[in-house]
């Protein structure tokens, strides 16, 4: 059975939206894996941010990650990664179609990173990797 890592980010913590987050990804059908509550350090973030090093947002992006503490989730069930990926939608809030978690859940905040509440893999080997450090020992 396939398996993704989600994080819900700290603006998605912050907001108290965990509940609805996991609510959305148990009423879809797919179920939780492993769950836990806890803060990004820079290792771990330029590890996870590692294909997005040198870019302009990666600063920010990493500030933003270690603003407060992330729910990290191994979610699994067929086809998963392309599953939540679709529940999240697109990458930026503002046009992300209403229905999704960032389109229904999200919006620009007017600050130099995409405050987008959640993050899931993009491929099986991102999965395995992903999940190997967030989960380490798993
Ligand atoms: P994740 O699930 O978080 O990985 O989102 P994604 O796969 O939709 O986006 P991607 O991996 O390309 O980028 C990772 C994160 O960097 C995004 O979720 C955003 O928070 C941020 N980001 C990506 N592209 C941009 C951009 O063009 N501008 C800014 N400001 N932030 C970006
Ligand atoms: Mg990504």
Do not use: C
Not at 15 to 25: F, K, V, W
């Amino acid at each position: 059975i396939e398996r993704t890592l989600v994080l819900i980010k700290p603006d998605g913590v912050r907001r108290g939206l965990t509940g609805e987050i996991l609510r959305r990804i148990e009423a879809k059908g797919y179920a939780l894996a492993a769950l836990t509550l806890r803060s990004a350090d820079d290792e771990l973030l330029a590890a996870h941010y590692a294909e997005h090093e040198g870019k302009p947002f990666y600063a920010p992006l990493v500030e933003f990650m270690k603003s407060g503490p992330v729910v990290a989730a191994v979610v699994e069930g067929h086809r998963v990664i392309e599953g939540f990926r679709s529940l999240a939608g697109a990458t930026d809030p503002t046009g992300a179609l209403p229905g999704t978690i960032r389109g229904d859940l999200g919006r620009d905040w007017g600050l130099k990173v995409q405050q987008n509440l959640v993050h899931g893999s993009d491929s099986p080997e991102s999965a395995v990797r992903e999940i190997g450090l967030w989960f380490p020992g798993s």
